[in-house]
């Protein structure tokens, strides 16, 4: 298994570019999950989807933010317009939910830099 | 809120036993997990504790007591290779809410 899928792996763009961040999950997995990782906030939940449905968004910090999961293979974490407080490293993981402990896989991350 | 408490940073020897706590938020949880990660690369589940008591893997064991909203990483004859960023995570319902506290920097010393 290639485990989970992200890119582009780096980003930079200037500040009110949009920026779109794409997640491959595991393959049978049927939840998705997006982090947003900085030294002062540390590992924050975006948002998670089971079987492609958004379940939880509260952690989205503003509307310029938005997450879509088309199908169960795909999901887009977009930035518009983006800015400099939005730097940070962008995980995806996923999990098959079922009874009991469900770890969370993770990609490598996308470093996003917004100048 | 759902907010995880965890020291920021640890130091130890070679071959030594370390312990890094954590307490949580009671509201909603439903288990506590540990993961690790190595210079920003990706976090790599540890263990899960759902039931109170000790969980053991190897080198690592970790704790659960709900009465008191706490648990431990216990990682025993640290090696070099052990530095690295440890991370409890409360799970908040069934359906996955997984959230993470700030990590403790394990650094391991010859």
């Known amino acids: 298994d290639a485990g989970v899928i992200q890119s582009p792996r780096h980003e930079v763009t200037e500040m009110g570019q949009e920026v779109t961040l794409r997640c491959k999950p595991i393959?049978?997995?049927?939840?998705l999950f997006w982090y947003r990782q900085t030294m002062m906030r540390g590992l924050e939940l975006l948002i998670y989807f089971n079987n492609n449905v958004p379940i939880d968004d509260s952690g989205m910090p503003e509307d310029r933010f938005s997450a879509k999961m088309p199908n169960a293979s795909f999901s887009t974490l977009k930035i518009q317009p983006s800015e400099p407080r939005d730097s940070a490293v962008y995980f995806c993981?996923?999990?098959?939910?079922?009874?009991?402990?469900?770890?969370?896989?993770f990609g490598n991350g996308t470093r996003l830099t917004v100048t | 809120g759902q907010s995880l408490e965890q020291p920021s940073e640890v130091t130890a020897v070679e071959g030594a036993i370390v312990q890094i706590n954590c307490t949580y938020q009671?509201?909603?949880?439903?288990?506590l997990s540990w993961y690790q990660q190595h210079d920003g690369g990706a976090p790599t589940f540890l263990s899960y504790n759902a039931l109170d008591g000790l969980e053991e893997t190897g080198r690592f064991s970790s704790f659960l007591s709900r009465s008191d909203s706490y648990g431990y990483l216990l990682l025993q004859e640290l090696q070099m290779k052990d530095s690295a960023s440890y991370f409890c995570?409360?799970?908040?319902?069934?359906?996955?809410?997984?959230?993470f506290g700030q990590g403790t920097e394990l650094s391991v010393k010859p």
């Open positions: 393959s049978g997995h049927n939840s």
């Open positions: 995570a409360a799970l908040y319902n069934q359906g996955g809410k997984l959230i």
């Open positions: 009671t509201s909603g949880f439903y288990g």
């Open positions: 993981a996923s999990t098959l939910l079922g009874e009991g402990n469900s770890p969370l896989h």
